[in-house]
């Protein structure tokens, strides 16, 4: 049996570690159901059967941050923590202040440490919200994904249409201040309207963060295996950009601006910092089955299996199905094609001679901020954030 140092993050990793922002991604594979578009690594509880109990993923969970913090020494306290999934609600509140308590045992957490856990508005009540407070969370994001009822069916959504808005403003009242809705746009046989009727619904919960992301269609998904039948369209490039357009104008005339490509937050404060400290190049452990970790230039994900997961760390293992160690190369095209999304943009300075000649030549074409880039930054214009990933391609090529 290999021992607990078969993976080993070398010493180069940990040099500057603290001066980059440390957060700690914590997934849970258990869903209820499987959604039609989701390729997430989740599972229901028919397809684990009795093989991988929450108890056990738990147990493993602080048996494997009790390894990352040995793998760190002099790790500073943690800044921001993400509980992800799959439908960490399904835990309870009981189950989600476990998860922080481990989290908080291995690194601690800094004072100000942003908390964040996702939830599917089902599995929530106004005791929930009162519970996760309680725990230290600090943050919720709800799963909406429209307020269509036909829009739902097609994504194999289980919620009732006005939930996700009643489970909102349930977190409100329990103290959370920043709390976000989920929206899909661009499902096939969604109208205009019923997105803006959407919209109009995440605009009356009062919440201060939206992400919205166009509907992609996953290999090895039902949605998939749907419109390979035919009995669906895939979704359409014109629409999804019309639909984009539709969600910014109406988020920023409510005051939410874009401060990522998919993201709008009210203030500055309500802007998700673990978010941010993946886009511009921080240090965090991904701990739970197919979690993904970045330190210091070292990437590495874990095996995806909850079974497995736990039985390897029940042996002493780090459950590390792989790794990498990022070239220059790689660093350069991930910060490129990360930070040119954010609303601060990139500094020109970051591009090599080839990629800055690029730039002036997106600005030249409409795609970047001729203004921002005479100072010095790689902005995106409203027409450059319907084109981004192409405008990246333009700037590493």
Request: net charge negative; hydrophobic share 40%; aromatic share 6%.
């Amino acid at each position: 049996m290999s021992t607990p140092d078969a993976f080993q993050l070398p010493a180069s990793a940990l040099e500057g570690l603290g001066t980059r922002p440390f957060g700690v991604y914590v997934h849970v594979p258990f869903c209820a159901t499987r959604c039609g578009y989701c390729d997430f690594n989740t599972y229901t509880a028919g397809e684990l059967g009795s093989g991988a109990a929450p108890e056990d993923w738990l147990d493993g969970l602080r048996r494997e941050l009790d390894l990352a913090a040995r793998q760190m020494p002099g790790a500073p306290a943690v800044d921001t923590v993400f509980v992800g999934g799959g439908t960490p609600s399904l835990l309870g509140a009981d189950g989600l202040a476990a998860v922080l308590d481990a989290v908080r045992q291995a690194f601690g957490l800094a004072a100000d440490a942003e908390v964040t856990t996702e939830s599917n508005p089902e599995s929530t009540s106004p005791r929930f919200f009162e519970g996760l407070r309680e725990a230290g969370y600090t943050r919720v994001s709800l799963g909406m994904q429209s307020a269509a009822p036909h829009v739902l069916r097609v994504l194999d959504r289980v919620h009732t249409p006005g939930r996700p808005v009643e489970a909102a403003k349930e977190a409100r009242a329990a103290g959370f201040e920043h709390v976000n809705l989920d929206l899909i746009y661009g499902t096939p046989g969604e109208r205009p309207e019923d997105l803006q009727s959407s919209l109009d619904a995440v605009l009356e919960s009062g919440v201060d963060h939206v992400s919205a992301y166009a509907l992609i269609v996953e290999d090895g998904t039902a949605l998939a295996r749907r419109v390979r039948k035919g009995e669906i369209p895939a979704p359409d490039d014109d629409v999804l950009a019309a639909d984009y357009e539709l969600v910014d104008a109406m988020l920023e005339k409510a005051g939410l601006r874009w401060y990522e490509v998919s993201n709008w937050a009210a203030t500055d404060a309500a802007r998700c910092r673990h978010n941010l400290g993946y886009w511009l190049g921080g240090d965090w452990w991904g701990a739970g089955p197919g979690a993904h970790s970045h330190v210091g230039g070292v990437r590495w994900w874990n095996v995806k299996h909850p079974a497995r997961y736990a039985a390897t760390l029940a042996g002493g293992e780090l459950p590390v199905g792989g790794h990498e160690l990022l070239t220059p190369e790689d660093r350069h095209l991930e910060r490129v094609m990360l930070e040119l999304r954010l609303a601060e943009g990139l500094p020109v300075e970051a591009l090599d001679a080839d990629g800055a000649g690029e730039a002036r030549r997106a600005a030249e074409d409409g795609l970047l901020s001729a203004s921002d880039l005479a100072a010095g930054r790689a902005v995106l214009t409203d027409r450059g954030r319907l084109l981004a990933d192409a405008v990246v391609r333009r700037l590493v090529s």
